[in-house]
């Protein structure tokens, strides 16, 4: 029986990692798959409450804006990291929560690559 006992810790380390690892992972629920920035609208048009910059990309989605809400704590960061990806043709993955109606999508994170 030692070695099923031994077996079963196994098993229950390996299950615990994974746990400890997903939250980090999957902070955010909701994420695109990579895709480029094709327009940018900065001329304040709130298509969700508190809106900022808003975005389109590359693939479709249900509703076809991104927008960076003004207060999120990484505004100006994630700002220049739209502006900069989108002038380079950078491949980003964005982290949202989902629009409604003819509201965009409100961007919480986002991942961009050269």
Same mark, same amino acid.
């Given at each position: 029986?030692?070695?099923?006992?031994?077996?079963?810790?196994?098993?229950?380390?390996?299950?615990?990692?994974?746990?400890?690892?997903?939250?980090?992972?999957?902070?955010?629920?909701?994420?695109?798959? @990579?895709?480029?920035?094709?327009?940018?609208?900065?001329?304040?048009?709130?298509?969700?409450?508190?809106?900022?910059?808003?975005?389109?990309?590359?693939?479709?989605?249900?509703?076809?804006?991104?927008?960076?809400?003004?207060?999120? @704590?990484?505004?100006?960061?994630?700002?220049?990291?739209?502006?900069?990806?989108?002038?380079?043709?950078?491949?980003?993955?964005?982290?949202?929560? @989902?629009?409604?109606?003819?509201?965009?999508?409100?961007?919480?994170?986002?991942?961009?690559?050269?």
């Amino acid at each position: 029986m030692p070695s099923c006992n031994r077996r079963v810790s196994i098993i229950g380390v390996a299950i615990a990692s994974l746990f400890a690892v997903a939250p980090a992972a999957h902070a955010f629920s909701n994420q695109t798959p @990579p895709v480029t920035i094709t327009a940018v609208n900065l001329d304040g048009d709130n298509r969700v409450s508190g809106g900022g910059v808003c975005i389109t990309t590359s693939a479709s989605f249900t509703q076809p804006w991104f927008c960076l809400v003004n207060t999120n @704590p990484l505004y100006r960061e994630l700002t220049s990291l739209i502006l900069l990806a989108s002038t380079k043709g950078s491949t980003c993955t964005i982290y949202y929560n @989902p629009g409604t109606g003819v509201n965009g999508s409100e961007i919480r994170a986002m991942t961009c690559a050269p």
